[in-house]
């Protein structure tokens, strides 16, 4: 494993052309973000070897899977794929078990895959002599991902698994789909237009925008690029990787270190050294031009203004920070960006009303 | 009650039913198949010469198959060069005579399961590591079984009640070709309504058995 | 199915409805099927005299005729290959006339692909003949007649394995004109016809090897007060029709035999 996930699809359908040319790292969770019909799924079923593009070039590391200028092209069934459909796909006609099995089966068994492991990471083991028909929604899609994952898949491919259902089955999933990104070692694409998922699963971003334009890179400098705001409009915001740092058990709190400074958050369970996601909405930050003293915001930092953007509402901006290493964004007023003389390159102080563990 | 000649004609309709069933799902599965999934332009012709013994009367099938099956006839001359005599008054040229009559009612039922299970299980199991055939096998045939009871079912039911091809290919040869149809045909035309009632009736009782069978022995559909 | 549900209900429906007494008389004949192209002269030419009148014709097996009869079918008269069944209408009652005999049918030795008129049923051992149709001697009379004439002839037994049975004389005549029977023994009526004689050729079987065949007809009570009907029956004895029955092949019927 290890190897750069290579694609070039050109899409053509009608009315819709869409040159894809993409190179995603070979390890975390890397997501296909757009609007529908944006080419997400077709670019996932190309992956797949379900739909073959003409003249498409797809390669996982050296293992070439279509070639069109050799005339390649591997079969669905001899790449070494798990796919996770977006309307749950079992087997009406096999058990729970059965259906796990299927995949595992034809992939010879490996040992190398902890089949125990994986039920009890979906939480499935009641499930197992079930019938495929007999479970909810969430029941079947949760075993749908173990049955790709026990097919010892070198890639994970993954299409907008949670829009088929409601949002309480949401909540039930994503827990399961988190703990996938950190316990597994197999690189997984995740088709999705529901930005609340990506923020919270993906390490690596693919935009497939409305203009049939596409840019791509780690999320979170990807997500605090005033450039693509009006991809993430619905809730524009960052992601911080931070690490537990220190407890105190006298105010309940612990401090997250994070390369632009610390951030204090209700007392963690996790031990100091552990790696925690935060997002950040740009709701949630406001700015001021002196060090605020009496305030009852706990995280308050210090950071330069980079830029800023219109967005759809008049009355307010979106604003690009840099504290350290770390953009964050913040959505003010028209008011108060020219009240308070902003403009780059000014130093101002950040407040952090809250911040949203992912994962 | 019923005579050996009945008891024979009954004996041979069975033998006739269940090899034409057993033939025509060996080589209508895959021509099914092919229809259900083909985009071909050649799909709508071959769904329509399927079709074709659905709507012509037995006579016509009955009298292509007797030119054909003569000594002069396309098949008669291939089954002739071939040193297997003529077909026609045989047992096996029944057995195709009742394919073709039988056809549509094997392939259509077969047809609908199949278009029935839709694309999406047999992209799954080509996710899961499946080969066309191993999806046809472990996906395809499960999940279309209802198909083939109904297919069987339809295909058996039908060869037994044929009628008119027999009558025109057959001969009326004794553990040859006289089916039951035939033998209460005969008893009829003979006056001998004793003999006819006996076969006839109990030709019903039988078919109404195996048909309450069938039907009792399939789930209710399920909802999902 | 459709197809005989069609000639079992809904065809004497049709005839039912379309024999209903209109200005013009009008009547249906169920006739032998080696009378087909005797009747259908013999129809022509009484149209000719009675141009107003509708005559309609159907062919088949005299056996099946006598059922359809018996339960009701709508024809207003019945011309048999055998007397014997005009006779049982008549005792059961469903006759509107004594059944007369009008012709004498013959059987003869057919084959399309060799020429016949050589041959005898002693021939017929010969392996050559794999396959002999006759028709069904169940309910044709024709097949009565052929099988007794191959009994007599004493080559039964070696040909018996060999029969293939046609539903009625025509069909037994189409099973040898496409060859999938190589020979047959069919009416005399019909291996004269130019349809089957062109190919091939016909030996008489001699009449003593069987029965004679009394070709009888009979009014139906159907027909009890269609003034038609009896006028075809007295057409039957006229010179003209019996010069056509002679003409395919039917004898007179000797003094004697006549009933």
């Known amino acids: 494993m290890g190897d750069t996930i290579r694609i070039r699809l050109p899409l053509r359908h009608a009315g819709f052309t869409l040159d894809l040319d993409l190179s995603l790292p070979p390890r975390g969770i890397s997501a296909l973000y757009g609007p529908s019909g944006s080419g997400k799924t077709s670019c996932l079923r190309a992956l797949a070897g379900l739909d073959r593009v003409a003249n498409g070039y797809i390669a996982m590391g050296d293992e070439v899977w279509q070639d069109e200028s050799r005339q390649l092209f591997v079969p669905t069934h001899q790449r070494a794929i798990g796919y996770v459909f977006q309307e749950p796909s079992l087997f009406a006609h096999l058990s729970v078990r059965g259906n796990l099995d299927f995949g595992h089966r034809r992939a010879g068994r490996p040992s190398t895959v902890d089949t125990q492991a994986i039920v009890g990471m979906l939480g499935i083991g009641a499930l197992l002599d079930r019938r495929a028909d007999a479970l909810s929604g969430g029941e079947r899609q949760r075993v749908a991902i173990a049955r790709a994952l026990m097919s010892r898949p070198r890639l994970l491919l993954l299409d907008e698994p949670l829009a088929a259902l409601d949002s309480a089955r949401k909540a039930e999933i994503l827990p399961y789909l988190a703990r996938l990104h950190d316990t597994l070692a197999v690189p997984a694409i995740y088709v999705s237009h529901a930005l609340e998922e990506v923020a919270q699963l993906a390490d690596y971003l693919v935009l497939l925008g409305d203009d049939q334009q596409v840019h791509s890179g780690p999320l979170p400098p990807m997500l605090a690029r005033l450039d693509l705001a009006a991809a993430f409009s619905d809730d524009p915001g960052v992601v911080i990787a931070t690490t537990v740092a220190a407890h105190d058990d006298t105010d309940h709190l612990s401090r997250l270190d994070f390369s632009g400074g610390q951030l204090f958050v209700a007392r963690r369970p996790e031990p100091v050294g552990h790696a925690l996601r935060y997002r950040i909405h740009a709701r949630d930050v406001s700015l001021t031009r002196v060090q605020p003293e009496a305030t009852s915001i706990l995280n308050v930092l210090r950071a330069d203004v980079t830029g800023m953007t219109l967005t759809d509402t008049p009355a307010y901006l979106l604003v690009r920070l840099q504290a350290g290493d770390t953009a964050l964004l913040a959505r003010i007023s028209r008011r108060s960006w020219q009240g308070l003389k902003l403009a780059p390159g000014v130093k101002v102080w950040v407040q952090i009303k809250s911040a949203a563990l992912l994962g | 009650m019923l005579s050996a000649a009945d008891l024979g004609a009954l004996w041979l309709t069975l033998k006739l039913a269940t090899t034409v069933t057993l033939l025509l799902f060996m080589l209508g599965t895959p021509v099914a198949w092919w229809l259900a999934r083909s985009r071909s332009r050649w799909r709508h012709p071959v769904s329509a010469l399927v079709a074709l013994p659905l709507v012509l009367p037995p006579t016509v099938l009955g009298f292509y198959l007797l030119v054909a099956f003569g000594p002069h006839g396309p098949i008669g001359v291939l089954t002739q060069s071939l040193g297997i005599g003529l077909l026609s008054f045989t047992f096996p040229g029944l057995v195709i005579a009742s394919m073709l009559y039988s056809m549509p009612f094997v392939i259509q039922p077969l047809r609908n399961a199949f278009e029935a299970i839709g694309e999406r299980p047999l992209e799954v199991a080509a996710t899961l590591r499946a080969g066309p055939l191993d999806r046809f096998f472990s996906v395809a045939l499960p999940l279309s079984r209802r198909g083939f009871v109904t297919a069987g079912v339809l295909g058996f039911a039908h060869t037994v009640g044929e009628f008119g091809v027999v009558l025109m290919i057959g001969g009326n040869i004794p553990q040859s070709t006289r089916v039951v149809s035939v033998q209460i045909f005969d008893h009829v035309e003979a006056l001998q309504y004793g003999q006819a009632h006996a076969l006839a009736g109990g030709l019903m009782v039988f078919s109404f058995l195996v048909l309450l069978a069938v039907y009792g022995s399939q789930p209710r559909l399920r909802s999902f | ?259």
């Open chain 3, 1 to 259: 199915m459709s197809c005989r549900l069609f000639k079992f209900l809904l065809l004497p429906i049709i005839l039912a409805l379309t024999t209903l007494p209109a200005s013009a008389g009008s009547i249906t004949i169920a006739a032998a099927a080696d009378l087909k192209f005797a009747m259908d002269n013999i129809t022509a030419t009484f149209r000719k005299a009675h141009p107003d009148d509708s005559v309609k014709v159907i062919y088949g097996s005299s056996g099946k005729f006598y059922t359809q009869i018996r339960q009701g079918a709508p024809f207003d008269l019945f011309f048999s290959a055998d007397i014997g069944y005009p006779k049982k209408l008549a005792r059961a009652g469903l006759t509107a006339s004594t059944p007369r005999a009008y012709a004498l049918g013959r059987i003869v030795l057919w084959s399309a692909e060799v020429d016949a008129s050589k041959l005898s049923l002693e021939d017929l051992v010969k392996p050559s003949f794999d396959r002999i149709a006759v028709a069904n001697p169940q309910h044709a009379p024709y097949g009565e007649r052929a099988v007794e004439a191959l009994k007599s002839s004493g080559v039964w037994n070696q040909v018996k394995g060999k029969l293939v049975y046609g539903e009625n004389i025509g069909q037994t005549a189409q099973f040898v004109r496409t060859g999938n029977a190589r020979i047959g023994i069919i009416a005399l009526s019909l291996a004269l016809n130019p349809a089957f004689a062109s190919r091939g050729g016909y030996a008489t079987i001699p009449t003593r090897l069987y029965k004679p065949l009394i070709q009888g007809f009979v009014i139906t009570r159907h027909a009890a007060d269609n003034p038609l009907a009896k006028t075809f029956a007295k057409f039957i004895d006229s010179a003209s029709a019996q010069a056509i029955f002679k003409h395919y092949g039917f004898a007179r019927i000797p003094a004697g035999t006549a009933p």
